[in-house]
């Protein structure tokens, strides 16, 4: 039985602004999710202005709670679990997606004209933490049938710069690329890794190539771009790169996770992990949830959202 749209309302709409909008690093404001009870952590949501074509990125974590089915359209949702997770997140749609990730994967759901989704951890006693971003494509691919992929650890690049460990868990990054199953489109979305082995000082070059990146600390402590930051609690700390070379000082231990995107510079309303154009979109997408045209699941658990 179809619900009605689920809760967290989002701002309307707003026009993202360009690329170069900015040529100074920005400390961007960091908040709790409210989208469920089950998930821990803390990102950036609702600041598409700086963040364009990412609608959110935040550092979750979950402990033996799962995500009961809810829906999502017209936007990309992608997992990264931390290799140090200590067990694996299985994800299902209500259109045939079944995959477990395992700590160190990276899941990839294009939902396009909207699905139900479900998380469920393999273990009600371990812990699953990450990185989730949910990426623009209101208007985009309105009659598509959403796709599931999945990209496992050992296909990603890993290198070592001095005492600093890189992976790149999608997109490309310098020479290295991650490239996916079906139609790489989305290679411009990167999301690199870096951690420190030992307390290091090193430099970071931000591309002149009309993506735009947000850094966010997930571990331990570190200085980017003479900007302190520090995770916490569990939470985390952001802020927007524009294109240059950076400076980066990290204690041993601490790991930034870096993305980047092509910024679409088009109006977007988030709501109810509905990504759309206008207010009127928007509608038709809420109409199609509620009459079940996005499908359904039968719960693997009892969690409560």
């Not at 364009?52 to 936007?75: E, T």
């Not at 469920?120 to 494509?137: D, E, L, Q, T």
């Not at 307390?199 to 966010?216: F, H, M, N, Q, S």
């Not at 980066?248 to 510079?265: F, H, I, N, T, Y």
């Amino acid at each position: 039985m179809a619900h009605p749209t689920p809760l967290h309302p989002r701002p309307t709409k707003r026009p993202a602004m360009s690329a170069d909008a900015s040529a100074i690093p920005r400390v961007l404001p960091v908040s709790r999710p409210g989208r469920c009870a089950a998930a821990a952590g803390a990102g950036v949501f609702d600041q598409v202005e700086h963040t364009d074509p990412f609608l959110s990125l935040d550092i979750f974590r979950r402990h033996g709670a799962c995500i009961p089915a809810h829906p999502h359209a017209g936007c990309v949702v992608a997992t990264y679990l931390f290799p140090d997770s200590t067990t694996s997140l299985r994800c299902r749609h209500a259109h045939g997606g079944d995959d477990t990730v395992r700590p160190g994967d990276l899941l990839w759901l294009e939902t396009n004209c909207g699905t139900v989704h479900e998380e469920v951890p393999g273990s009600a006693r371990a812990s699953v933490r990450g990185v989730r971003m949910v990426v623009n494509r209101a208007g985009r691919h309105p009659h598509g049938a959403p796709v599931q992929t999945s990209v496992r650890a050992e296909a990603m690049p890993h290198w070592r710069e001095g005492d600093v460990e890189l992976t790149l868990i999608c997109g490309q990054w310098g020479e290295h690329r991650v490239a996916r199953e079906e139609r790489d489109a989305d290679g411009r979305i990167t999301l690199l890794q870096l951690d420190w082995q030992a307390d290091a000082l090193r430099t970071l070059e931000i591309p002149c190539d009309g993506r735009r990146w947000v850094a966010l600390i997930a571990q331990g402590e570190a200085a980017v771009a003479g900007h302190a930051m520090r995770a916490e609690g569990g939470g985390t700390e952001a802020l927007s790169l524009p294109p240059g070379v950076w400076q980066l000082a990290g204690r041993s231990g601490a790991r930034l996770v870096l993305a980047g995107g092509e910024p679409l510079g088009e109006p977007v309303v988030y709501r109810g992990n509905f990504a759309a154009r206008d207010e009127a979109d928007l509608v038709a997408l809420t109409r199609r949830y509620q009459q079940g045209s996005m499908g359904a699941l039968a719960p693997l658990c009892d969690g409560e959202a």
